[in-house]
């Protein structure tokens, strides 16, 4: 027997079903709240308190900090799996076996290029512009090589198409760094794993040998994985909304780049490290931008802390703090921010204005620390966690369309003007 939901409206009573996951979530059902009230709506700016779908993909428990992806809960995923594994059983819904990993190793290789004609596209840019706008206009640019929209329905097409992007995808973000830091654009190497490839093709330099570094590959394999789904975040849900339109995967896609660039958002691991260096600019004093961060006065956050769902530590920053102590020792690097961003977690977490708010460490809190001792730049973290997030985003747009899920076109509450006559030029 299915719980109801009662709503009573001048004087009328309405009954809704509610929907149970399998996680002993609970929705009210309202698709018929505006046709049985007359006109009823419902309204929740930032979609708080309101689920757009049903989903099998990610699980999240934000008040006991839990993540998982298809049942497997990050830290094992972390742990023993590595990200074209996880990509693989995020798309696809189960972990592939030996054959099935090799199969999609090599047909991701056989795609890992992209058309010449690309480079034109690139050289448009300046040197300054930032890499995710360079990105998301270079996504979008792919459609050209790619023309023909995905037969949602055919097992096939679909399997060709993430191939093709989870191909191309890293290209385009290597190229993005290499435009801006005046280096050649480099190729795949398809001797190479997946992720050592996307590493050595950001670091290999015309003037010496490629060095494999197994600490630096490891640990980029890891922050990819923790990055890879995050069920219906900001960029996620832009996604699934501009596919629900029938728009193709690559320029859905494209849109999730840019809703991920914004600092509330993706955006928080590069504006992180820039408030860490700020901060050691000067002279360490976290306890002003603690309390730049408290006065509602001050347009000031305290950048990779709080979160939407997360009321508890985000377990993918636990899993990160711990990574950033292991890969700065391993590579030897000692860097202040690193004891910086400690003390302003531990002063946050005793502060009651934290406390009050549940506001802990996410995702972009240690994320950029790491990716600043692996050599990388601090404008390019940001394509970093879309190049993570990759996966995340088919999977949804997958999902989405092979549920046949409406077209996403909310109402809204009229608060305008009222009809009035039009005013002739000479008469204003
Ligand atoms: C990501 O959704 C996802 O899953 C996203 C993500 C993913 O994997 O896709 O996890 C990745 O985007 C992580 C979040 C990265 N962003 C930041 O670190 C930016 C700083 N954080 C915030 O701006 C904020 O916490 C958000 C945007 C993350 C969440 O904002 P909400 O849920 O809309 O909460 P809110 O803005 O209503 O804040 C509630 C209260 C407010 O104070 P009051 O008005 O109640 O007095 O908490 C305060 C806020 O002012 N607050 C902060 C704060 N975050 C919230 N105060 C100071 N510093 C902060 N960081």
């Known amino acids: 027997m299915s719980d109801k939901a009662i709503l009573e ?34 309204i929740d700016p930032g979609y708080k308190n309101t689920g757009s779908c049903e989903s099998a993909i990610t699980f999240l428990d ?42 999609f190793n090599n047909d991701i290789r056989e795609e890992s290029y992209v058309d010449e004609e690309m480079k034109n596209i690139l050289d448009g840019f300046p040197k300054s512009a930032h890499p995710m706008g360079v990105l998301s206009s270079l996504t979008s640019a792919l459609i050209a090589f790619n023309p023909i929209p995905v037969d949602i329905d055919s097992e096939e097409e679909m399997y060709s198409a993430v191939v093709r992007i989870l191909a191309k995808f890293p290209i385009l973000v290597v190229w993005a760094l290499s435009k801006r830091q005046g280096m050649p ?25 490629y060095q494999k570094n197994k600490v630096v590959v490891d640990a980029l394999d890891n922050l990819l994985i923790l990055h890879a789904d995050h069920e219906q975040n900001c960029s996620t849900s832009t996604v699934r909304i501009v596919g629900s339109s029938h728009a193709g995967l690559f320029a859905s896609i494209s849109a999730g780049v840019s809703a991920l660039w914004g600092p509330l958002h993706g955006g928080a691991n590069q504006a992180v490290l820039e408030m860490l260096e700020a901060i050691v600019a000067d002279g360490g004093d976290t306890k002003k931008y603690m309390a730049k961060a408290k006065d509602k006065n001050d347009p000031f956050r305290l950048m990779g802390f709080g979160h939407r769902v997360y009321k508890n530590f985000d377990p993918r920053a636990k899993i990160i703090k711990k990574a950033a102590d292991e890969v700065l020792h391993d590579l030897g690097v000692d860097d202040p921010i690193l ?47 879309a190049l993570g997030r990759l996966p995340g985003w088919i999977a949804q747009w997958r999902e989405m369309r092979q549920r046949k899920e409406p077209i996403g076109r909310p109402r809204q509450i009229y608060i305008g003007e009222n009809l009035r006559p039009f005013v002739d030029i000479e008469k204003r």
């Open 9 to 42: 409206y001048k004087g009328q009573k309405y009954e809704f079903p509610v929907v149970e996951g399998s996680e002993n979530e609970h929705a009210i059902d309202i698709k018929t709240l505006r046709a049985v009230t007359g006109g009823l709506i419902t």
């Open 185 to 209: 654009l480099n190729y795949s190497d398809g001797r190479l794993g997946y992720v050592e490839n996307i590493h050595k093709m950001m670091f290999k330099r015309p003037h010496r040998e």
């Open 62 to 103: 934000g008040e006991k900090g839990i993540l998982r992806y298809r049942g497997y809960s990050i830290e094992e995923l972390a742990e023993k799996a590595d990200f074209l594994e996880v990509a693989y059983l995020l798309i696809f819904g189960e972990l592939p076996s030996k054959k099935e990993l090799q199969k």
């Open 339 to 385: 004891e910086v961003a400690k003390g302003l977690e531990k002063e946050a977490l005793e502060d009651q204005y934290f406390i009050d708010r549940k506001l802990y460490p996410n995702v972009d809190f240690y994320s950029g620390i790491i990716y600043r001792a692996l050599g990388i730049p601090t404008e390019m973290f940001t394509v970093m966690f």
